[in-house]
């Protein structure tokens, strides 16, 4: 087996994300540090298609930019200090501007206009803050963290944070112009 000496950054996670030992699990990159994550549940992954498909029907109707999955790589940071940090988004949307940059295989550089995470239970609420405001500090218009056994939304800007419950309608603001979507919709 051959020993990695190599120091894990922003040009070569990717590499290391795809080593055997990492094949049943998700993994990113937080602050020079390799975190892994298990796979998600079904009920992740059913609120994942609703809300991107919805999304997607607004973005082909729109043609205001394109949407990635949770294989898509963000370099959030790079920083020699602390390490890079690199993030997998279960949703992210870039304007027309930055569209192509989602469909490389390479890590995409800076955040999405609009992230959508979704809990999981491996998910901690110390990482879903930290996740949070790094996307927020590297150019996030819009963060929703998605709680599907709460049942509802939290959407983050630089401005501050917002609770949506069932009975509400999201909007995605100045994120994805025009796109709304009621709670209650989002959910199984």
Not at 51 to 78: N, S, V
Not at 114 to 120: F, G
């Amino acid at each position: 087996m051959e020993v990695l000496t190599k120091r894990v950054n922003a040009d070569n996670i990717l590499e290391f994300a795809n080593l055997p030992e990492f094949a049943d699990r998700r993994v990113e990159l937080v602050e020079g540090e390799i975190v892994t994550m298990g796979l998600p549940r079904g009920l992740h992954g059913a609120v994942l298609l609703r809300l991107a498909t919805e999304i997607g029907i607004h973005l082909k109707a729109t043609r205001m930019g394109g949407m990635t999955g949770a294989d898509a790589a963000f370099a959030l940071e790079r920083s020699e200090y602390r390490g890079d940090t690199v993030r997998g988004l279960d949703i992210a949307v870039v304007g027309n501007e930055r569209a192509n940059q989602l469909y490389t295989n390479e890590v995409i550089e800076g955040a999405p206009d609009l992230a959508v995470e979704i809990v999981s239970p491996s998910n901690t609420i110390s990482d879903m803050k930290r996740k949070t405001r790094q996307l927020l500090e590297a150019g996030a218009i819009q963060v929703w963290v998605v709680d599907p056994d709460l049942r509802e939304v939290d959407v983050f800007t630089r401005a501050g944070s917002v609770n949506y419950r069932e009975g509400d309608t999201l909007s995605a603001g100045d994120a994805l112009p025009g796109f709304e979507i009621a709670i209650a919709d989002i959910f199984p």
